[in-house]
Nanobody
Framework: QVQLVESGGGLVQAGGSLRLSCAAS????????MGWFRQAPGKEREFVVA????????RYADSVKGRFTISRDNAKNTVYLQMNSLKPEDTAVYYC????????????????WGQGTQVTVSS
């Protein structure tokens, strides 16, 4: 069992930056692929980025490539999402997720989810 707690969301102007964190409980954090998803009002949950257990493999959605960066610190049981050049269309609840499988964009293949943190980008 893994519990995930996101933090770092907030209100930012377009062009600004935010850094999200996701802290995981337990001693097996390094055995999980970690991902970030987001969900805007009235829309389906959308893949943002995922990172492999040893952080050698990352996969980004085209919409965030070049602006967002995922990283993880297995010693701190934490995964981060650095978001730069934010746009109003990035406004959503951002969720952290953990998978026992491989790096994937499919929400159903993630086993554990956090409660989410709101990111609002004003124009």
């Amino acid at each position: 069992q893994v519990q995930l707690v996101e933090s770092g969301g907030g209100l930012v102007q377009a062009g600004g930056s935010l850094r999200l964190s996701c802290a995981a409980s337990g001693r097996t954090f390094s055995s999980y692929v970690m991902g970030w998803f987001r969900q805007a009002p009235g829309k389906e949950r959308e893949f943002v980025v995922a990172i492999s257990r040893n952080d050698l493999i990352t996969r980004y959605a085209d919409s965030v490539k070049g602006r967002f960066t995922i990283s993880r610190d297995n010693a701190k049981n934490t995964v981060y999402l650095q978001m730069n050049s934010l746009k109003p269309e990035d406004t959503a609840v951002y969720y952290c997720a953990a998978s026992r499988g491989f790096v994937t964009v499919v929400p159903l293949e993630f086993d554990y989810w956090g409660q989410g943190t709101q990111v609002t980008v004003s124009s």
